[in-house]
């Protein structure tokens, strides 16, 4: 299982990205899939989580500007991020928790990171 990111790249504040995230591989069922993400020096932390029924839940931080959302069909989830700010500036990581083909038991997987960086 492989999880590819993309979107990530520099903005100035008050402005937006879209991050994506693919997953790809022998997949049964994502139970659901999600973004981290981690500044300098600090731990990482969740920024949004959706369900595989479509709920979804975000850190107080971002709510009201970012947006996750997933595509069922492609195996896709995405982040839309609105009204950017500096403290926005972090590593952006995907990850889903997954059964593979022929297992029963989920596991998590997480794709490498993307930079999002807002500055003026």
């Known amino acids: 299982v492989q999880l590819q990111a993309s979107g990530g790249g520099s903005v100035q504040p008050g402005g937006s990205l879209t991050l994506s995230c693919a997953a790809s591989?022998?997949?049964?069922?994502?139970?659901?899939m999600g973004w981290y993400r981690q500044a300098p020096g600090k731990q990482r932390e969740l920024v949004a989580l959706?369900?595989?029924?479509?709920?979804?839940t975000y850190t107080d931080s971002v709510k009201g500007r970012f947006t996750i959302s997933r595509d069922n069909a492609k195996n896709t989830v995405y982040l839309q991020m609105n009204s950017l700010k500096p403290e926005d500036t972090a590593v952006y990581y995907c990850?889903?928790?997954?059964?593979?083909?022929?297992?029963?038991?989920?596991?998590?997987?997480w794709g490498q990171g993307t930079q999002v960086t807002v500055s003026s």
């Open positions: 591989g022998s997949i049964f069922r994502i139970n659901f």
């Open positions: 990850n889903a928790n997954l059964r593979t083909d022929g297992n029963r038991v989920p596991a998590t997987y």
């Open positions: 959706v369900i595989s029924d479509g709920r979804t």
